[in-house]
DNA sequence: ACACGAGCTGCAACCGATTGCAAACTCGAT
DNA sequence: ATCGAGTTTGCAATCGGTTGCAGCTCGTGT
C-alpha cells in the first residue's frame, strides 16, 4: 500500500498538517522542519493522493479530451499535444474516443464532466444548447468549432483556402473541384465558404461535389465524380479523403498532376509519405493540443472559477501553411479556357 | 456546483447513506425509497463522485495507459482499443505519452501509479527491477512485451515472422533481408529470432541489415543497405519503416515487386494506401487493446487486490495475420540461385 | 521581569462518498 | 400483548488529504 500523509507525519515526527504546508506552502514550515518532512518523504517514496486533495480544494488536477477518433492522425497529434501540455502543468488527462457517434458523443461528454476540472471538446456534433449546459459543470474549450460564447482555438480555414487557390490559380488553373467533409462538420462549412469567397476574387470557378466522410474511403468515393466536373484541380476535405483520391485517379490512369492537381488539408505525416507526395495546407495540430490547455487552465484560474458566465471568451485563431509537395503542377494546357 | 449525495437525500427525505445503498446495492432498500432516491437523482443529474468513492473503496475507476508516440498509428489503434473497452466497464483512462524518452518513462509511471487502479504499459524501456518496483503501487499489464513473471499480452511474433518467410519462401526468394528496429525493443529482438527460425527451417538465407528508427525516416535510410546485400525479398520492423523503404526504392528507380518484395508489420491504415500496397503481417492492434484491459482487471478484481505477489501472471498471446498486397511477388529470375 | 509580536505547529473540522453496526419498524405467530 | 425474525434505515467512523484558528515558543524592547 502507497504511503500517506500520516505515515511521512509519523517518521518526521510532526503532525501531518506540517506535512501539507511543508508540501504545498514550504516558506511557511521552518526550514529545519521541512528538511526532516522532506527526508521522510523521500524516505516512503510519498506522493499525496489528488484524489483526497481533489475533494477539498474543489480542483481535481485533471482534464478531459474528447476526440471523435484516435485512429484519426489528426486527432492523435491533437491528443498528443494536449497531453504533453497537460504533463507540463502537472495536470492528467482522460481521453475519451466517441468513435465517430455523435450521440454517445453527448453522454459521454457529461459523465466526464463530473469527473474533471474541464474539458477540450473537439469537433463535436452535440448542439450549443447542450454544449452550455455540459459548461456548467466543467469548464470546456472547444477545438475547430466557435459556439455560444465558449473559449476556444479553431483555424483560420478561409485563410487556409485562400492560399490553397492561391497556389492553383497560380498555377494556371481555373476550375476547382472541392470534396466536402460531412456536411454538419464546422470545419467543412468554413472551408467551403473559405473556398468560395478566394475562387470569387481570384477569378476561379469552383465546383463542390457534395459531402463525403472524412476517409480514404470518402476520398476513394468522391473521385470519379471530381474527374466528371472537369476540374484541374481538386481541394479534399482533408489528407485522408486527397490520399483516397490520390488511389482511384491512379487506378483509372488519371495523371497527378499531369491531369489533375490535388490539394489536402492537414498535412498528417502520410501526406509526405504519399505518391505523389501530398500538397497541402499544414494544420499547427499539436499547437492547437497545446493552446487549448493553456486556455482551459486560465480559465479555470480565472476569478470565478468556471468562467462560463463570462460572454467575452477568448477565442484563438491558428493560421495553416501551404506545403507544395508533388501533387500539384501547372494546369494541363488542354483544358485552359476563360473563367466565365 | 454539481450536486452532491447529501442534496439527493435531503431532496428524497433520507439519508446519504440510503441514497448511496439505493445506488449500488439497490436490493437493500425499500423499492418505494428506491424510487424516491431515483427521482431526486434524476431531478438533481446527480452523479457520484469517483474520487471520493475511490478513497473508501481503495478503487478509483481508473486505469492508465502508457504509450511511446500516439502520432504512431499501431499505438493510436492500441490507446483506441483500451480506451474503447475500459468505457465498457466504466472505468476512465489516464494517457500518457513518453514521447520515445526512456528517461521520462519511469517517473511518469511511477507518477501515474499513484493516481489509478492499474496500468497498462506498452513496450516499455524501464527494466525488469523498476518494472517490479512499479507493480507494488499499482497493477501492471504489458502489452508486446513479458517480463519479470507479470501478467501481459504479446504478439506471438515467431508465428508472424513464419508467416512471411514462408510467404516469401513460395514465391521463390531464397534470400531475405531484415531492417530491425530499436536494438532494445523486445519486438525487434522476437521478430529477429522468428526470421532467423523460419529461415533455417525453411532453407532462406537471412540478412540482417542493422537497426533502425521505427519510422518512415528509418526505412528510407535502410533501403541502401537493403538494395546493397543483394536481397530479393525484404522484412521490415514494421509498417512505416517498409513504406520509408517504398520511397526510397521508388526513388532509386528499384521497381516493388518486381527487383524486390517489401513486407511490413502491424498492417496500419497507411499500409493500405502505399503504393503498391503493402504485404504484411496484420497484429490485431485493438484487439490487444481490449485483451490488456480485462487482463488488467482481472487481475485487480483477484482476491489478493494487486496480484503482483502471485508468480503465476496470466499472459496472453495473439497472432498476426499475413495480409497479401502488391509488395510482394515472384522472386526475380536472375537472382535466384540456390540457397547455398 | 514583563508584555508583545512574529514565526511555527497542532487541533479539529471538512470535502463526498462508503459501510459496520445498531435502532426502528413490520408482520405473523404464540 | 409479547416475542422473534426479517427488513429497512440512520448513525457515526473512515478514507487521505487541506486549512482556519488557536496555542506555543522565542526574541526583543522597555
Not at 194 to 223: C, H, I, K, W
Not at 266 to 285: E, F, N, S, V
Not at 293 to 320: C, I
Amino acid at each position: 500500500m502507497a504511503a500517506t500523509i500520516r505515515d511521512v507525519a509519523r517518521l518526521a515526527g510532526v503532525s501531518p498538517s506540517t506535512v501539507s504546508r511543508a508540501l504545498s506552502l514550504p516558506e511557511m514550515v521552518n526550514p529545519a522542519t521541512r528538511a526532516r518532512v522532506a527526508a521522510a518523504v523521500e524516505q516512503l517514496g510519498y506522493a499525496p493522493n489528488r484524489a483526497a486533495r481533489g475533494l477539498i480544494t474543489g480542483r481535481t488536477g485533471t482534464i478531459g479530451l474528447v476526440v471523435p477518433d484516435l485512429a484519426n492522425p489528426f486527432f492523435a497529434s491533437l491528443t498528443k499535444g494536449v497531453q504533453a501540455r497537460a504533463r507540463h502543468h502537472d495536470v492528467a488527462v482522460f481521453v475519451a474516443d466517441t468513435d465517430e457517434d455523435p450521440s454517445a458523443e453527448a453522454g459521454l461528454v457529461r459523465a466526464l464532466a463530473k469527473q474533471v476540472d474541464g474539458i477540450v471538446l473537439c469537433s463535436p456534433r452535440v448542439d450549443d444548447d447542450e454544449l452550455v449546459a455540459i459548461a456548467q459543470d466543467a469548464a470546456v474549450v472547444l477545438v475547430n468549432r466557435s459556439a455560444a460564447g465558449l473559449p476556444g482555438v479553431a483555424y483560420d480555414n478561409e485563410d487556409g483556402m485562400r492560399q490553397a487557390v492561391a497556389h492553383l490559380v497560380a498555377l494556371g488553373h481555373r476550375k476547382i473541384a472541392w470534396v466536402g467533409g460531412p456536411a454538419t462538420s464546422w470545419s467543412t462549412q468554413h472551408r467551403g465558404l473559405g473556398l468560395r469567397n478566394a475562387a470569387d476574387s481570384l477569378r476561379a470557378r469552383l465546383v463542390p461535389v457534395g459531402n463525403f466522410a472524412p476517409t480514404y474511403e470518402g476520398g476513394v468515393a468522391a473521385a470519379d465524380q471530381v474527374v466528371a466536373t472537369g476540374a484541374t484541380a481538386v481541394v479534399a476535405y482533408n489528407d485522408l479523403v486527397a490520399i483516397g483520391l490520390l488511389a482511384r485517379l491512379h487506378s483509372r490512369g488519371i495523371s497527378v498532376p499531369a491531369d489533375l492537381s490535388v490539394v489536402g488539408v492537414d498535412d498528417i505525416a502520410m501526406a509526405g509519405m504519399a505518391r505523389p507526395a501530398l500538397t497541402t495546407i499544414r494544420l499547427p495540430k499539436q499547437e492547437a493540443g497545446r493552446i487549448a490547455v493553456e486556455l482551459l487552465l486560465t480559465v479555470l484560474d480565472a476569478p470565478d472559477g468556471l468562467g462560463y458566465t463570462r460572454p467575452v471568451a477568448h477565442q484563438d485563431e491558428l493560421k495553416g501553411e501551404l506545403i507544395v509537395r508533388d501533387s500539384t503542377g501547372p494546369a494541363p494546357r488542354t483544358d485552359r479556357r476563360p473563367s466565365h
